[in-house]
Each structure stands twice: as structure tokens, then as C-alpha cells.
């Protein structure tokens, strides 16, 4: 009985663990992004209305301009992190979020969907889900140049199963970026699933996830 329970605390705390580093790490990278993408620029508008004369009509275009590149940036990185509705309208928002990602170049398919039952499934799994297909869209977005993007998903009385490919250009498997990789890895450890990787140069990249329910 000690050593249960002596058990029971180890997976308790290992868990917490867990879900403390994948907090981190998403709070990392959001401080790095808002670093990489928005300080610099927040910078240099602010040396720019420093040193040109505001009264000008071009002047004042500019600028305005710059500020509205910077409010775009600002809403995307919002959206990225917003939060998960895991009620009634969870497959409704995981399908805008996806939609988010449709361009005239890029189409995003989202399968079976629906055919889950998500009102079995409980909010924190809903919330790593809705998180990880972010983070797997953010990737795409930077680094695939994908034209096509498949999301499939399939459920059984157990598990929940996801597969999402793209037709961008994939990369040596050893010489994949992995800090938003290894952030998705515990965020799906963290609710005792697991998230295997597929990529070849010039074949596309696939993801495999499984979700007990």
C-alpha cells in the first residue's frame, strides 16, 4: 500500500511536471514571438514619428500604415493563443481556427470532424487538441510552404486518432525545428497521448496523434 501510493504521487507530480513545462514553453515562445516580431518594429515606428515631421499628409500615411501592420501582427498572435471553447460549439471553433489558414495558395481540409463524440471527451483533452492543431498550423504557415493540408479525424470506443499531412517541403526527420515540435509533445503527454512525426525533403510532413478518451 506504501509503495501505491508512494507510485500514485510520483505520476501525480510527474504529470504536474508536465504541464507546468508545456505552459512555459507556450509562454516562451509568445514572449519570443512578441520580441521577434513586434518590439523591433514598435521601435523603429517610435523613431520614426520621433524624427519626421507628423504634419505632413504622406508622413502621417506612413505612419498610420506601420501601426496597422503592427495591430495585424498583434491579432495574429492573439488568435494563435485565444482561448479553446470546449461546449457545444468546440468543432465549430476548431473549423474557424483551421479556416484561418485557407489562402488562395493554400487549402486546409478538415475530415470526420463531427464524427467524433466530443461531449465524451473531458475539456482538458478538448483544450490540448484545439492547442496542438495551432501549433501544427503555426508550423505549417512558416516553414512548409504547403499548398494542401489534410486533417483527418477517426475515433474508437478507446481513442481518439488524428492525421494531418501537407504537400509542403518537408525536411531531414534529424534535422526537424523542435521547439514548437516539443512543446506539442507535452502538451500531448500531458494528457497521456501520444504524437509521432513523418518527413522527408520534398514530401511533406505528417503527424500521427492519439488521445485515449
Known sequence: MILIAILIRYYKNKNKAIEFKS??????????????ELANDVFQVIAFAESQP???ENTKENLLQKLDDIYGRVRGISKE????????DFTKSIK?????YNTI????????????????VDDIKKITIGRVLQELM????????????VIKFESDPKSILIRYTDN???CEKTKISK???????????????????????????????????
Open 138 to 149: 503555426v508550423n505549417m504557415k512558416k516553414h512548409s510552404k504547403a499548398s494542401l493540408v
Open 81 to 88: 493563443n485565444n482561448k479553446i471553447e470546449t461546449g457545444k
Open 179 to 213: 521547439n514548437g515540435l516539443q512543446n506539442m509533445e507535452h502538451r500531448i503527454q500531458t494528457v497521456k497521448g501520444t504524437i509521432e512525426f513523418e518527413t522527408e525533403p520534398e514530401n511533406g510532413f505528417k503527424a500521427k496523434i492519439v488521445i485515449p478518451k
Open 105 to 120: 495558395e493554400r487549402n486546409i481540409i478538415a475530415t470526420n470532424l463531427e464524427s467524433v463524440e466530443w461531449e465524451d
Open 96 to 100: 474557424e481556427m483551421l479556416s484561418a
Open 23 to 36: 505552459s512555459y514553453d507556450t509562454e516562451t515562445r509568445i514572449s519570443k514571438k512578441i520580441h521577434d
Open 168 to 170: 509542403g517541403i518537408g
Open 54 to 56: 507628423l504634419a505632413k
